[in-house]
């Protein structure tokens, strides 16, 4: 047979795969704008679900617990809700802790 290196040399030789720096810049901005819109997207559920929050409080009966919400008194005294209002049940006061 031949010599083993005779097929090793024979093969071409290919310089190492690199990214230029237009597709570097092009991805990093890409997960950059992924990161904002991730964030964004986050705060703005979080607000929506605030807001339905404190209209079911509002709409249950339980309005001063939005106000305490929206004036940034959270969390509340679970305790204190249980003493103010003993006619709640377990099932209602998860639900106003949810």
Known sequence: MG??????????????LRRS??????????????????NTRDRRLAEIEAKE??????????PQYAQ???DFLFPIDISLVKREHDFLDRDAIEALCR
């Open 53 to 62: 929050a404190c209209d079911w409080l509002r709409a249950t009966g339980f």
């Open 3 to 16: 010599d083993p290196k005779a097929h090793v040399m024979a093969r071409p030789l290919r310089a190492p």
């Open 21 to 38: 720096f237009s597709d570097h810049i092009r991805d990093s901005t890409a997960r950059a704008l992924d990161v904002i819109w991730k």
């Open 68 to 70: 305490l919400y929206e």
